[in-house]
């Protein structure tokens, strides 16, 4: 007896796949065969995805909400579409887009319009994927010349930093002692050193 699978893909952690499930379980998917990514659509190198491809088999069908789900490279779906509908032989049920339903049309015209609606929509799916990419671009732009600072704020150095570095240097408190009193990484802490130092330093000369 063949398997009945499905595929959610989210882009972020922060991303809701509630839509998605819904849609999977009203076509009759059970939870143990749904499997979950929560990851960008640029390529497949997906955990899960990867898990769920190495156990389907011949006459399994796969659904999915929607074909920028599966994924957002126009070259990357084709080639996936194919090597699960041919090479692996499953079939594939868009769930929004009825055309995408491998099992109906199976000869040379539903063939051939299966392949056209899969060419356009994986198109558009990369098409917005790029389109995400250069608005995010245009909103970091827009803020760096408001001011607005990304990264991890810099960790401030304490009044007593001076004081903490030669207790640590005469070799009274260790190093992890010296971290937690300065509320830093071992990385920013040797960094903060280095100034502190060319700082006396240029005082000096």
Same mark, same amino acid.
């Given at each position: 007896?063949?398997?009945?699978?499905?595929?959610?893909?989210?882009?972020?952690?922060?991303?809701?796949?509630?839509?998605?499930?819904?849609?999977?379980?009203?076509?009759?998917?059970?939870?143990?065969?749904?499997?979950?990514?929560?990851?960008?659509?640029?390529?497949?190198?997906?955990?899960?995805?990867?898990?769920?491809?190495?156990?389907?088999?011949?006459?399994?069908?796969?659904?999915?909400?929607?074909?920028?789900?599966?994924?957002?490279?126009?070259?990357?779906?084709?080639?996936?579409?194919?090597?699960?509908?041919?090479?692996?032989?499953?079939?594939?049920?868009?769930?929004?887009?009825?055309?995408?339903?491998?099992?109906?049309?199976?000869?040379?015209? +539903?063939?051939?319009?299966?392949?056209?609606?899969?060419?356009?929509? #994986?198109? *558009?799916?990369?098409? &917005? =994927?790029? %389109? $995400?990419?250069?608005?995010?671009?245009?909103?970091?732009?827009?803020?760096?010349?408001?001011?607005?600072?990304? +990264?991890?704020?810099?960790?401030?150095?304490?009044?007593?930093?001076? #004081?903490? *570095?030669?207790?640590? &240097? =005469?070799? %009274? $408190?260790?190093?992890?002692?010296?971290?937690?009193?300065?509320?830093?990484?071992?990385?920013?802490?040797?960094?903060?050193?280095?100034?502190?130092?060319?700082?006396?330093?240029?005082? #000096?000369?």
């Amino acid at each position: 007896m063949n398997d009945v699978y499905g595929y959610v893909r989210v882009s972020s952690i922060e991303q809701n796949e509630d839509r998605q499930m819904i849609a999977l379980k009203k076509a009759g998917v059970t939870d143990s065969h749904i499997f979950m990514d929560k990851q960008s659509g640029k390529d497949f190198h997906r955990v899960n995805y990867e898990k769920l491809v190495s156990i389907l088999q011949k006459g399994d069908l796969l659904y999915i909400m929607s074909i920028d789900r599966l994924g957002r490279n126009y070259a990357e779906i084709q080639n996936q579409w194919r090597m699960l509908t041919k090479e692996i032989g499953i079939d594939i049920c868009v769930i929004d887009m009825p055309l995408l339903d491998t099992r109906n049309g199976k000869d040379l015209m +539903g063939t051939f319009i299966a392949d056209l609606v899969l060419q356009i929509l #994986s198109f *558009v799916a990369e098409n &917005e =994927r790029e %389109n $995400i990419r250069k608005r995010q671009e245009q909103g970091i732009a827009a803020a760096k010349k408001r001011g607005v600072r990304f +990264g991890r704020p810099e960790s401030k150095v304490p009044d007593n930093f001076k #004081s903490i *570095v030669k207790a640590w &240097e =005469r070799g %009274n $408190i260790k190093i992890d002692e010296v971290l937690e009193k300065c509320q830093m990484s071992k990385s920013t802490f040797y960094r903060r050193l280095r100034e502190m130092r060319l700082k006396q330093r240029d005082k #000096s000369v």
